[in-house]
Nanobody, 126 residues
Framework: QVQLVESGGGLVQAGGSLRLSCAAS????????MAWHRQAPGKQRELVAG???????RYADSVKGRFTISRDSAKNTWFLQMIKVKPEDTAVYYC????????????????????WGQGTQVAVSS
């Protein structure tokens, strides 16, 4: 059984910052793609940021320059540092992972990720 557990969600004021964490656990765990996705009401789940175990990153255009993804591959843990948050960042944020690094590098879509967390709510007030 593979488990992904998020933490750090909550309410934050516009212009503020928030840091999300995701920790993966399980026997024989292999993770080479790590990511954050979000889903707002009435919208499809979208990639926010992804990172490979080697450090290659991808970001949605809407968060470039504001959000930073990082990872500690040895601990199977990754983070999303969110700064200058906007009301439109309000969504349920999901961490995700996959054994294949190409899920980040080739970006086939959210459907490609094998492991998912339960999600954590981020609400940005204006």
């Amino acid at each position: 059984q593979v488990q992904l557990v998020e933490s750090g969600g909550g309410l934050v004021q516009a212009g503020g910052s928030l840091r999300l964490s995701c920790a993966a656990s399980g026997s024989r765990l292999v993770i080479n793609s790590m990511a954050w996705h979000r889903q707002a009401p009435g919208k499809q789940r979208e990639l926010v940021a992804g990172i490979t175990s080697g450090g290659y990153t991808r970001y949605a255009d809407s968060v470039k320059g504001r959000f930073t993804i990082s990872r500690d591959s040895a601990k199977n843990t990754w983070f999303l540092q969110m700064i200058k948050v906007k009301p439109e960042d309000t969504a349920v944020y999901y961490c995700a992972a996959d054994p294949d690094s190409s899920v980040v590098t080739d970006q086939p879509g959210a459907w490609a990720y094998e492991y998912w967390g339960q999600g954590t709510q981020v609400a940005v007030s204006s």
